[in-house]
């Protein structure tokens, strides 16, 4: 009980010692500035002209996109819209599609044992 009260009474002394006078520049430049590694050298017009041309997963002004309210929202296009369901040639949505070399092997009741006892029935 003792020591709480000490240390609730103790000054804290930082770890770390600045060198010299805290100073606070009188003025400070706040005006917009391009960084050094943009591919352009200029800054956008306002931030609806960037956003116009901005991009993430994809553009963000659809053509198609009546209001932001639709973005994201379920059944906002139909299905005949987004294309073929049919995979390319040469792709396959699951392993049974491949040759039978490429399919799954059937559990073996060994294995089947050997999850269901964690192992324990390997060691008789």
Do not use: C
């Not at 009474?9 to 600045?18: H, Q, Y």
């Not at 906002?76 to 040759?99: V, W």
């Amino acid at each position: 009980m003792h020591s709480t009260a000490v240390l609730r009474n103790a000054s804290r002394t930082p770890l770390i010692k600045f060198i010299g006078k805290r100073t606070v520049p009188a003025s400070i430049d706040h005006t917009p500035k391009v960084h050094p590694a943009s591919p352009t050298s200029t800054l956008p017009d306002s931030f609806a002209t960037y956003r116009a041309k901005a991009q993430q997963h994809g553009p963000l002004n659809s053509p198609g996109r009546a209001s932001s309210l639709s973005y994201g929202v379920i059944g906002g296009a139909s299905g005949a819209s987004l294309g073929s369901i049919q995979p390319k040639q040469g792709q396959f949505f699951d392993r049974d599609e491949l040759p039978a070399r490429f399919h799954r092997l059937p559990w073996s009741e060994v294995e089947m044992e050997a999850i269901e006892t964690g192992g324990a029935s390997l060691f008789n």
